[in-house]
Each structure stands twice: as C-alpha cells, then as structure tokens.
C-alpha cells in the first residue's frame, strides 16, 4: 500500500543550524502540507503546496521556513536558524485532488532543537 | 475561524466494551468535512473515518461510528467491541468543503485512549 515517507525519524540539532526535513509523498498526489505539533498541544498548519507554489501558509510559517518539491518526488521542509520553540513533531502529508480526498499523513520528524 | 475542541485529554475502556470519545467544534461555514484520525505509538496519523457536513446520515466505518449533531456542531466517535489494537491518540479535525486549493486540517488537542485487557 502506497504511504507517505519521512525521513529522519528523528532530529537533533543546534539552536541556530539550519534542518531539512524530507518527505516522499504518494506517487500520484498532488497537494503536500507540513504539519507541526509541540509537545502537549494541538497539530498546527504550516503549508500547503500545489502546482509548484505554497497555495496557503499559516502565521507560523515565516521567513525561517522554506518548502520546495526538487526533483519531483521529494517534498522538502527547510528551516533555517532554528530555535528551542522548533523542537516539535512534523509531520508531511498528501492527497490527490479534489475537496474530498484524504489526506495521508507520513510517520512524523521529530525534531529536538538543543 | 474554526476551532476544534476535544474535552477528554484521557479516556480508557475495557477490551469489547464501546467508548465514546467527544468532539465540538465552531465554525460559521454551513459545508466542511470532519474527521477522526488515529495516532499509534508508531506516531502516523491514519484516517479512522470521515463525515460530510452536507450528509445527515451517520458515517460508519466497521466498529467505528460517528454520531455527528450538526446544530450542535457536536461530532462524537463511537468505537465498538473495542480492541488492544485501538489503543492510541484520537484526533477530531475540521476541514473546509469550499476552500479552493487550501485543504486545510484544524486540529483538536487530541484524546488518549487506553484499551484495558
């Protein structure tokens, strides 16, 4: 059965490094998000990326992030500079098309900023 | 904006007993989609079952059902003959019906179900 992919499983980084998270969506999608959640509260938007293009961001999401699809198969969450309030679950996911699709959510990054 | 509330931070049942694990949420929309996912310990996020707002019928996946109040913008799940395996997080999530390219999930904070043997 077809799934969403994430790697690492789990993040360790300087405060002030820069971190990719990687994402391998399903073949045939065609809508990737990133979610987050910190550690007791509730999954947050970040992104949602259509056609090559952030089709919709949330407040969280600023300059110190970046999403980018390069070769067609990975979707890729970038964040530069990272601060002890990044340590959080990411987690990536995809649909199809369309209003009523479901979205498959990938195993999640946990990412631990030191 | 939506927002999504999950009241029960804990709740546990015995194995092949029935569980109700409660959800309200706020929205002025009149169309949108509602969801349960379940989180493992493996951390992945499945879909447990979907309910259109459009649709006064009840969803029903297997031992899951919903009992979804739209005027009391209430949507419970059910979860039947409940199993070990049903041990996880519950999340309740809202989505636009008419949102354009933005599919969007709002997320409840999430409920921890333990399955007793």
């Known amino acids: 059965e077809p799934e969403v992919t994430q790697t690492p499983s789990h993040q360790v980084t300087q405060m002030g490094q820069e971190v990719i998270l990687r994402c391998v969506p399903i073949s045939n999608h065609l809508y990737f998000y990133w979610y987050r959640q910190i550690l007791g509260q509730k999954v947050e938007f970040l992104v949602s990326f259509y056609n090559n293009e952030i089709s919709e961001k949330s407040e969280i999401f600023d300059d110190q992030f970046s999403v980018e699809r390069p070769d067609g198969s990975n979707f890729t969450l970038k964040i530069r500079s990272t601060k002890l309030e990044d340590s959080a679950m990411y987690f990536c996911?995809?649909?199809?098309?369309?209003?009523?699709?479901?979205?498959?959510f990938g195993q999640g990054t946990r990412l631990t900023v030191v | 904006a939506q927002t999504v509330t999950q009241s029960q931070p804990e709740m546990s049942v015995q194995e092949a007993e029935t569980v109700t694990l409660s959800c309200t949420y706020d929205?002025?929309?009149?169309?949108?989609?509602l969801f349960w996912y379940k989180q493992p310990p493996s951390r992945q996020m499945i879909l447990v079952i979907r309910q259109e707002a459009y649709k006064q019928q009840n969803a029903t996946e297997n031992r899951f059902s919903v009992n979804f109040q739209k005027a009391a913008k209430s949507f419970s799940l059910k979860i039947s003959d409940s199993q070990l395996g049903d041990a996880a997080m519950y999340f309740c999530?809202?989505?636009?019906?008419?949102?354009?390219?933005?599919?969007?999930?709002?997320w409840g904070l999430g409920t921890s179900l333990a399955v007793n043997p």
């Open positions: 929205t002025s929309e009149s169309d949108y989609y």
């Open positions: 999530a809202y989505r636009s019906f008419n949102a354009g390219n933005n599919r969007k999930l709002i």
């Open positions: 996911a995809s649909s199809v098309t369309g209003v009523n699709t479901e979205a498959f």
